[in-house]
């Protein structure tokens, strides 16, 4: 898979959801004449809020909102987001969805737009005139939130000095920290110290881990690699789970190690090109059975490979994914569970 190849089966989601701060700046009028503040080549004032912050909060959690649901389907890049051509549908009725609550926000918001302002206004009555002076007009209001995304093509055109190569190498190059450090927050937040038992609810953030790394393949290389691996643990992990358990320590083990951006680059790259159906004897070949421990040395059943993934080639470069050695293997956790 070349540059090109990448953007033909892919396209550019632009997504843009307008906030308003409520705030304006702070001059230095705005202050008593005997305010001692230093002069403006030395420091620059802040600013002054016009409404209370808890009235623009419901749209900077459709903002949020926005932002995982396009993280879930696509990587960043350039402006937006690269999506998988098949999720556009998909993904355009998510938005709409949150369009739709953003708008019937707004409506809310400007409803009570005047009243909003009159009681921060009278909140603060030693700043009346301050405050009234440069608070926005509800028509002007209206202005300032609007959510809307395009749908795009990139078709590079090579120039001396274009650097859309570098923006597809820093997707594929990066992608396997990406995924590994998302596996990293589901470790420390449900698997790290854990006491309670686990159950099939608990799983689900790695049902949902693996549904991501789906999404993302034609993307990100070693995507199908990491879907399939999470997708094994599921099928050989039965709930609940004593977190005293041997069966709980092997879990733990093998999740600690798909977090391992190392490691897990070592598997991803072996994997990659040698297309083997024996992927604990490719894993020992690279880290080395001296660096196992006995009880990680159990034979592991035959399993599902993926398809194939081709390195993405940048130029006549082909873009490799460095290894380093230090940690255990995504073999060794397969040993622990198989």
């Not at 909102?65 to 879930?72: E, Y």
């Not at 090109?273 to 490719?282: I, K």
């Not at 660096?291 to 059943?301: A, G, I, N, S």
Request: hydrophobic share 40%; net charge negative.
């Amino acid at each position: 898979m070349n540059t090109t190849t990448l953007l033909q089966n892919n396209v550019v989601f632009r997504v843009d959801v307008s906030l308003w701060t409520g705030k304006a700046k702070l001059s230095r009028a705005d202050l008593p004449p005997d305010a001692n503040i230093p002069p403006e080549d030395l420091a620059i004032l802040g600013q002054k809020r016009l409404i209370d912050p808890d009235s623009l909060k419901p749209f900077t959690a459709l903002k949020t909102r926005t932002i995982r649901t396009m993280n879930r389907y696509g990587a960043k890049f350039l402006s937006g987001w690269l999506v998988n051509e098949k999720y556009v549908d998909e993904l355009d009725s998510l938005l709409s969805e949150i369009q739709a609550d953003y708008y019937a926000a707004k409506d809310r918001f400007i409803t009570a737009y005047h009243d909003n302002v009159s009681t921060w206004i009278d909140d603060h009555p030693e700043w009346r005139e301050m405050l009234a002076s440069v608070v926005p007009s509800e028509f002007e209001m209206r202005k300032k939130f609007g959510m809307y995304w395009q749908v795009y093509r990139v078709q590079p055109i090579d120039t001396k000095g274009s650097s859309m190569d570098i923006e597809v190498a820093n997707i594929v190059n990066g992608d396997v920290k990406k995924m590994t450090d998302e596996m990293r927050s589901i470790y420390d937040r449900l698997f790290a110290d854990r006491t309670t038992t686990i159950t099939s609810k608990t799983l689900g953030a790695l049902h949902e881990f693996a549904e991501w790394c789906h999404n993302l393949e034609g993307i990100y290389p070693s995507a199908t690699y990491m879907h399939e691996a999470v997708k094994d643990i599921l099928a050989k992990t039965r709930t609940p789970i004593d977190p005293a358990s041997v069966q709980y320590g092997q879990l733990r083990a093998a999740i600690r190690t798909l977090s391992d951006a190392d490691y897990m680059s070592v598997c991803i790259a072996d994997w990659m090109h040698s297309g083997s159906d024996n992927m604990m004897q490719d894993v020992l070949n690279i880290t080395g059975r001296a660096q196992m421990e006995p009880d990680e040395l159990v034979p592991m059943t035959e399993r599902r490979v993926p398809e194939p993934v081709e390195p993405v080639t940048v130029g006549t470069e082909e873009l490799t994914i460095q290894q380093d050695t230090n940690q255990r293997t995504l073999s060794a956790m397969m040993d622990d569970l198989f």
